[in-house]
């Protein structure tokens, strides 16, 4: 496995959602080891992003392609997408009535030391109490996250995709979930070690405090105004919102 080698690579995608245009010409290109993270107002096609590379049906891919290590998954189902090795934990989760999360957990883990190690992680989150709960049903903001990442990590992925992880959470519980997904990112390890990706939304940022980021980009009206340090942009957003941004697409 050589170390340039290509994760994920998005050309020219095209997206509508309800018949209506979001994503447009959108390129992206994500090494293995690589976190990528995605700022953006509300409504500006992140979330559509990651709906349409996990294949999700609302999201409809209309031009382009993407290629999951080398090879398009279009043609893919949800299922079989997860099964190569891409996995979305979502901003808004559903309810799931009859299906323990602990059950859940065993469906979808990689195998036995995938659901050990998750059951090590639920202690850690002082979470055991809800294994056994129906998934999600009457869960807190927090919990819900918890679960999320408790999902993710059990399936095992070799593509994170996080959809604003810290919504919702307070900050002793941001810290637990970023530990959490900072040590199965392998960010203590040497960049040529690494085999895990990510994709990450966010708006406040918080979840960069924990897992580092190596490349931001900003979504305006379904394109990428702009990429660079994750960390530089962040910082003029926070100083200037997003009004320099949509100076910059208006100019692409």
């Given at each position: 496995?050589?170390?340039?080698?290509?994760?994920l690579?998005?050309?020219?995608?095209?997206?509508?959602?309800d018949?209506?245009?979001?994503?447009?010409?959108l390129?992206?290109?994500?090494?293995?080891?690589?976190?990528h993270?995605i700022?953006?107002?509300?409504?500006?096609?992140?979330?559509?992003?990651?709906?349409?590379?996990?294949?999700?049906?609302?999201?409809?891919?209309?031009?382009?392609?993407?290629?999951?290590?080398?090879?398009?998954?279009?043609?893919?189902?949800?299922?079989?997408r997860?099964?190569?090795g891409?996995?979305?934990a979502f901003?808004?989760?559903?309810?799931?009535?009859g299906?323990?999360?602990?059950?859940?957990?065993?469906?979808?883990?990689k195998?036995?030391e995938?659901?050990?190690?998750?059951?090590?992680?639920a202690?850690e989150?002082?979470?055991?109490?809800?294994?056994?709960?129906?998934?999600?049903?009457?869960?807190?903001?927090?919990e819900?996250?918890?679960?999320?990442?408790?999902?993710?990590?059990?399936?095992?992925?070799?593509?994170l995709?996080?959809?604003?992880p810290?919504?919702?959470?307070?900050?002793?519980?941001?810290?637990?979930?970023?530990?959490?997904?900072?040590?199965?990112l392998?960010?203590?390890?040497?960049?040529?070690?690494?085999t895990k990706?990510?994709?990450?939304?966010?708006?406040?940022?918080?979840?960069?405090?924990?897992?580092?980021?190596?490349?931001?980009h900003?979504?305006?009206?379904g394109?990428?105004?702009?990429?660079?340090?994750p960390?530089?942009?962040?910082?003029?957003?926070?100083?200037?919102?997003?009004?320099?941004?949509?100076?910059?697409?208006?100019?692409?």
């Amino acid at each position: 496995m050589r170390r340039e080698e290509i994760v994920l690579e998005i050309k020219d995608l095209a997206v509508k959602v309800d018949d209506r245009l979001v994503l447009e010409g959108l390129n992206l290109s994500v090494r293995r080891g690589e976190v990528h993270v995605i700022f953006g107002q509300n409504g500006s096609g992140k979330s559509t992003l990651l709906g349409a590379i996990m294949g999700l049906s609302r999201y409809r891919v209309t031009e382009g392609d993407i290629l999951f290590l080398g090879s398009s998954v279009l043609g893919l189902s949800i299922h079989e997408r997860a099964r190569l090795g891409i996995g979305l934990a979502f901003q808004s989760p559903r309810a799931v009535r009859g299906v323990s999360l602990r059950s859940f957990l065993k469906l979808v883990a990689k195998d036995s030391e995938a659901f050990e190690g998750v059951m090590e992680l639920a202690s850690e989150f002082n979470f055991h109490q809800h294994l056994d709960r129906d998934l999600n049903v009457g869960f807190s903001g927090g919990e819900m996250k918890k679960s999320e990442v408790l999902q993710l990590i059990a399936q095992d992925p070799t593509l994170l995709m996080l959809d604003e992880p810290e919504s919702g959470v307070d900050f002793e519980n941001i810290a637990l979930l970023g530990e959490a997904l900072r040590r199965f990112l392998e960010r203590e390890k040497p960049f040529h070690q690494r085999t895990k990706s990510a994709i990450l939304i966010t708006h406040s940022g918080h979840i960069l405090d924990y897992v580092t980021a190596d490349v931001g980009h900003v979504m305006v009206k379904g394109r990428f105004a702009c990429s660079g340090n994750p960390y530089d942009i962040f910082r003029r957003i926070r100083e200037k919102g997003y009004a320099e941004c949509v100076e910059c697409y208006l100019c692409l």
